[in-house]
């Protein structure tokens, strides 16, 4: 026989809460570099658009197309301009009136470029000019109107 005492017992590699089982594990999560900080919309809504890009899209020409697509819970979508040329991106901040853009609706559009590089375009100062008949168009209270 050993006369060696029995090793002392281990603490657990998990945490415990008080009331939780002890079989519960914490999650172990891989280290990021984004955790804690808030990346910032690389997109300009109309809040974050800088005064001078507000001026200059401002007495830019008025241009016309059709609602390509728009979803509200995202809060973007698409144009496309009457003149045929790559398709100018809505943010929901950009629509004036009182209806929720839908496939389909005429609008008119100002466009503003898209920082950093500016290479891209995006519609604002956005009307409804005709809807799109046989649809449904909801205000932006909720309310649903057939057209």
Sequence with gaps: MSSEPPPPPQPPTHQT???LLDTQQSRDRSPS???GNVVPSPLPTRRTRTFSATVRASQGPV?????K???RSKGHGFI?????????FLHISDVEGEYVPVEGDEVTYKMCSI???NEK????EVVITHLAPGTKHETWSG????S
């Design 121 to 124: 375009l995006q519609a604002v």
């Design 17 to 19: 809460s008080v009331g």
């Design 69 to 71: 697509c728009f979803c």
């Design 80 to 88: 496309t301009p009457a003149d045929g040329g790559p398709d100018i």
């Design 33 to 35: 570099p984004l955790r």
């Design 115 to 117: 920082p950093p590089k």
């Design 63 to 67: 241009y016309k197309g059709v609602c």
């Design 143 to 146: 309310h649903v109107v057939s």
